[in-house]
């Protein structure tokens, strides 16, 4: 296989780029928004609130922003941020627009993403995820280095997006009053209870060296129905940009599909065979599926005579890391096939050039909560008919192209119409915690654009309170509840930091919660299973998944560091690659989790805390884990299922537990996935009466 140019994005633009930002420049020009450049601008002048709806591929996340650079709505400084659902969108779509300008990322153009901040001071573009803009929000409330934001991809209407749209819309109305000088003496207060006290930001001295002006917001969406969004904002104006789509032959299986991915696997080689040249674009669920069609796909595509090898595979998934995301837009070298082997991030959050076909087994990984039994999983459901056409869509950018549903076309039939908004199907604990250290404390009051479902609030109060970050008056409890907030994590895993500060096992719960943040450190391909399970042997602890991690990242910590005694960085990281791959460890992943875990620790010391070990007292540390996860403690039943204590769920061990056979009493687990059956994920061994020792106020005996 041979292997693309690794793509050093943070290097200066090359000497030699004169061609190609001639045809950068073109592009840019032939796309359909370059048509309406200066009527939007017009808009936006005109409009405080605008919306703006378009076609997938037609310009808006590239363009808008440096139409609006261009058209002087960063004059006295201000900064253009544009908010992305996906980190992976935010990265790429930074790096393809600093191309574009011609400047260094990170300089006039720049992202932030969790853990990775790649703006400066003379950031005037900045790509930036929802949820840390919502972040950046808690540190300066009026958003007063932002001249322009624009609300991207907001027809996802993640939790973070809609959260994000009820602040945006009272720090709007804030800064127009700041802008007209009605303030008040003592403090100003928008809608939705978001209070600036006088001094709190400055509001009305020169901010960043300039006047803080009133703020312009643009909500931008790839669906054509804005009226929601139009509603929510007062009857804000709403414009069209005209996309380009060819058609596209959609195709149905007769049957329904027993194992999707087989069926995918399948489609790609039928194409490969038999179809015109034209890359391919399959849409699956997750990282762990998509790195096993990946081998599923070299392994078959060895056993086909040498000129029909020529297939390259591209994953495309969040936590990617970022070198590796930006070589799926690169084109396929002459004579190959490129297949991109996507999550639903290729649906609408980022164009890829060259696709023709597009598989679509018409499923995608969705967080889902139980309000009555206040649990939130990861379940595999069916997309919805909105989701189908968008993936569809994506076959017909530049030419006629083919897609392949792999479902029988009375199925689609009864897919839901669109998708529900996250707020309506997910745990509402960290949006919360951050209102609250908004001072926004009436959390069912909130001007939501829809409003989370009153159960799941309530729900979610007092998993904060048993958590200890909010006291009985549901008021952020100090320190635990500020602390919390601060941590860019789900109040679960910052609950654990926290406690393990106390129980001196910091240094181990940092390794714990950066592995877990991580989909899948072990990998087991399906023809070395045996092989797979030996070398896992090294690592395991009887005690469970937790312990068995912490092994991993010492051990190959411990390998890194060794190794360079001896070798340069390069050939020490050379090295410990060939480490993972023999000892199926994934490498991507263990690199994201020593990624998360320099950054978590970078935040946990600026708070103060002394990172500390246990030393070998896993006892400590195990009760620990109690401690803050017993929220998720399960007890082990007659018949082998497990009872969530918490909820009453009977659930299963999931294969990949390293306690799958040994199926002890009591266990805590980190998360629940559902697919056919409701699996529980990296678990722990627990002794049952730590429980009301540990955590009296969810177990302890009523008075
Ligand atoms: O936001 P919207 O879907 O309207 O379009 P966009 O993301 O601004 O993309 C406009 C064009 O830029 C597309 O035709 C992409 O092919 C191209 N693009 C690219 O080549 N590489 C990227 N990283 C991002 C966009
Ligand atoms: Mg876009």
Redesign the pocket.
């Known amino acids: 296989m041979p292997s693309m140019a690794s793509n050093n994005y943070h290097s200066q633009p090359k000497p030699d780029s004169f061609a190609r930002r001639q045809k950068l420049e073109q592009?840019?020009k032939s796309?359909?928004?370059a048509s309406v450049e200066k009527r939007l601008l017009e808009e936006v002048r005109k409009n405080d609130t605008l919306i703006i709806v378009?076609?997938?591929?037609?310009?808006?996340?590239?363009?808008?922003p440096q139409y609006l650079l261009n058209g002087g709505f960063c004059r006295d400084g201000g900064v253009i941020g544009i908010t992305q659902p996906r980190r992976v969108?935010a990265v790429?779509?930074a790096?393809?627009?600093a191309e574009e300008c011609g400047v260094p990322l990170g300089q006039k153009v720049g992202y932030a993403i969790r853990f990775d901040d790649a703006t400066s001071s003379s950031t005037r573009i900045k790509y930036l995820t929802d949820g840390l803009l919502l972040r950046e929000s808690l540190l300066d409330p009026s958003l007063s280095k932002y001249s322009v934001i624009i609300v991207?991809e907001a027809h996802e209407r993640t939790i973070h997006t809609d959260v994000l749209l009820g602040l945006l819309k009272s720090v709007q109305k804030i800064r127009s009053q700041v802008a007209n000088k009605l303030m008040s003496n003592d403090s100003i207060k928008g809608k939705n209870g978001l209070l600036l006290k006088a001094g709190h930001g400055d509001l009305l001295k020169p901010c960043h060296g300039r006047k803080l002006p009133p703020l312009k917001l643009i909500i931008?969406s790839?669906s054509l129905d804005a009226r929601v969004f139009s509603e929510y904002f007062s009857g804000a104006k709403a414009v069209h940009?005209q996309?380009r789509q060819y058609p596209v032959d959609i195709l149905y299986t007769l049957q329904p599909e027993t194992d999707y991915v087989d069926a995918a696997l399948i489609t790609i080689f039928q194409i490969h065979l038999e179809e015109s040249p034209g890359d391919i674009l399959v849409f699956l669920t997750g990282q762990e599926e998509i790195e096993s069609v990946e081998r599923l796909v070299h392994e078959r595509l060895r056993q086909l005579p040498e000129a029909n090898q020529k297939l390259l595979t591209f994953p495309i998934f969040s936590s990617l890391p970022s070198e590796k995301q930006?070589k799926v837009?690169m084109p396929a070298p002459a004579g190959f096939r490129k297949v991109i082997l996507a999550t639903n991030i290729a649906e609408?959050?980022?164009?890829?050039?060259g696709i023709k076909y597009v598989i679509d087994p018409g499923v995608v990984k969705a967080r889902t909560y139980d309000a009555d039994t206040g649990i939130e999983s990861l379940d595999i459901v069916k997309t919805s008919k909105a989701q189908a056409l968008q993936r569809s869509g994506r076959a017909g950018?530049e030419g006629p192209g083919k897609c392949y549903r792999l479902y029988p076309e009375s199925e689609f039939e009864k897919f839901e119409n669109s998708t529900t908004p996250e707020i309506k199907r997910c745990d509402l604990s960290n949006v919360i915690l951050q209102l609250k250290a908004l001072g926004i404390d009436d959390i069912a009051g909130f001007d939501f654009i829809e409003k989370p479902n009153r159960i799941a609030i309530v729900r979610s109060l007092e998993s904060l309170f048993l958590l200890g970050a909010l006291t009985e008056e549901s008021k952020l409890a100090d320190p635990v509840g500020h602390q919390m907030a601060r941590l860019p994590l789900e109040p679960m895993y910052s609950k654990a930091l926290i406690l393990a500060n106390q129980f001196n096992c910091l240094e181990e719960m940092l390794i714990i919660v950066a592995m877990l943040s991580v989909e899948s450190i072990f990998y087991a391909p399906r023809d070395k299973l045996e092989e797979s399970r030996t070398a896992l042997k090294c690592f395991s602890s009887p005690e469970g998944d937790h312990l068995t991690l912490l092994n991993v990242y010492r051990a190959s910590t411990e390998f890194l560091e060794k190794n360079k005694l001896t070798n340069s960085k390069e050939k020490a990281e050379k090295n410990l690659r060939k480490w993972c791959k023999e000892n199926f460890v994934n490498s991507r992943s263990l690199r994201h989790a020593q990624d998360i875990h320099r950054q978590i620790k970078k935040s946990i010391e600026q708070m103060g805390f002394r990172i500390t070990s246990c030393g070998d007292d896993m006892l400590l540390f195990r009760r620990c884990l109690a401690a803050s996860f017993f929220l998720n403690a399960a007890l082990k039943q007659p018949d082998g299922l497990y009872r969530i204590l918490s909820s009453g769920l009977m659930v299963q061990i999931h294969p990949s537990s390293i306690l799958f056979r040994s199926k002890p009493e009591c266990i805590i687990f980190d998360k629940l996935v559902r697919t056919n059956n409701s699996y529980i994920r990296n678990l722990c061994r627990i002794d049952y009466l730590w429980l009301p020792e540990l955590a009296p106020q969810c177990y302890g005996f009523q008075e």
């Open positions: 592009q840019r796309l359909p928004i378009g076609e997938t591929g037609s310009g808006k996340t590239t363009q808008l969108a790429s779509v790096k393809r627009v991207d931008m790839a940009v996309g930006l837009f609408t959050s980022v164009t890829i050039s950018r």
